[in-house]
């Protein structure tokens, strides 16, 4: 027989092997939930593909009809630049306008009704655009559009972000980011495919077929509302934001042609805006529910997020702005010629956005978009040394490709950072809030480049008399003296020096873009360098289903 004492240790040893067993299958099943709450499952994937179908409609008719207007000038025999040039202004007010009522809307009604409806609202302005008979009645229609659109972007970010849940976000973003970066590369290139091969009216009725399929797409794919409307409507804040908002994006908007801030058009508006902009403030810190939330700058991590994404909006998108026309200006080429060029710049997006998203979800963002600042600094340094007439294609073409890549690791992420800090019942208004800063920033960053290279140009005799003797000479009338006591004195070399000159505008506007940029990345130095907890409120484990 055994003696008791031998049977001791190896029942211990029995029951220590189970305890160790019991402990491997937990941890076990505690890393595959943790790698659940990282995957990207089919669902979420179908949801993205809404919102990213309802984006490429929004941003490529947006891109589309800036090649389209010299083309509505003459279609509609419209002298004035300006005046065309609302088929721009009106559709950029109309989202100005829409986006602060956003968030009320969606908690009011349910994010899939709104969705639809937007999408529908932006399909039926499309055709309407595409039946235009005067370049007052497109005006009109684009500012339909404009309501539909507006409401798209801040929507889909709340989509986004329910479907995701926050441990998903940053890669989810990274997929809101495509149509973001396509847009501005193949919309010229396909407004001057459009225009050329059919006529201008298909760049609208080309969202008529787009506009059916995510509608039908959006029904099936996205959850049932259950809207929980439990706060009045803001009329007061709507009666001070939206116009103030517009307003002021109207004068800001109207720096480039008046040339200076200093205008009555400028001005007037402006100031106008920014009281009611003021105003707003004041009475939204007072209200219990306001239209937009401004409690939420209480939160450190998100008010920083927000700034690094006003001054990294403003100084990119300015100067990528102005990249298409150094092609047409400076090097000659086509429309359709300027737009692949600028290509190299979204295939490095391409490349470096879905990395960013999957470390923005598994690292601080402090750690990332640094990084990526300061890639999109030295591409921009690139792009200024080599402005020259006679710069290797290729040499602009590669600073592209490395502005691409920095915006990869930058634009996401910070949105990224700013949302994860809002609890689920936040989404809404704070989705609302940074697409309303967002707007202000891209116009404001618009405005001051565009006066930074118009200011350039005009400070060279030399530039103004060649552009007004090649305007006048295409019109068949004969320049001023003036032009011709330039071109005279100068002889041979009057075209050279004028190019020159033309190059040197180019690049004095990169290099305020580089200073920009310099400052965003300091102020990127104040992100999170820590990750960054789920707030208080939010469902870490699971998906937020879309309600």
Known sequence: MSNPSDSTPAGSSTDSNAVSDAQGVAEAEALEAAEDNFAITPDILKVAGVVVLGMIMAILDTTVVNVALPTF?????VEDYSTVAWTITGYTLALAAVIPVTGWAADRFGTKRLYIAAISMFTIGSVLCGLAWSIESLILFRVLQGLGGGMLMPLGMMIMTKAAGPERVGRLMAILGVP????????????????????????????????IIAVIYAWRVL?????EPGESFDFVGMLLMSPGLALF????????????????????????????????????LRKTHPLLDLTLFKNRDFTIAVI????FAASFFGAMLIVPTYFQQVRGESVLMA???????GIGAMITMPIAGLLADKFPVGRIVPF???????????????????????????????????????????????LKTLREHQVARGSTLINVIQQIASSVGVAMISVVLTNQQKSSDVLMAFMQMTKDVAAGIQPPEWVAKIAQTLGDTFQQIAMSDLAHSFEVSYWVAVGCLTVTFFVTLLLPRKKMEAPEGADSSAPVMVH
């Open 308 to 311: 690094v994404m006003f001054l």
């Open 73 to 77: 000038m003459t279609d509609f025999g």
């Open 339 to 345: 737009g692949l060029l600028v290509a190299p710049q």
């Open 249 to 284: 994006l109207y004068g800001v908007s109207s720096i480039p042609e008046s040339g200076t801030i200093m205008s009555a058009g400028v001005l007037v508006p402006a100031i106008i805006g920014i009281v009611l902009i003021v105003a707003f403030v004041f009475w939204a």
């Open 180 to 211: 973001m970066l396509l847009g501005p590369i193949f919309g010229p290139i396909l407004g001057g495919w459009l225009i050329e091969a059919v006529s201008w009216h298909w760049i609208f009725f080309i969202n008529l077929p787009l506009g």
């Open 372 to 418: 990526g600042i300061l890639t999109i600094v030295a591409g921009t340094v690139g792009l200024a040394l080599n402005t020259s007439p006679d710069t290797p294609i290729w040499h602009i073409m590669l600073c592209l490709f490395v502005m691409g890549l920095g915006m990869g690791f930058s634009m996401m992420p910070v949105f990224t950072a700013a």
């Open 223 to 227: 959850a049932k509302d259950k809207p």
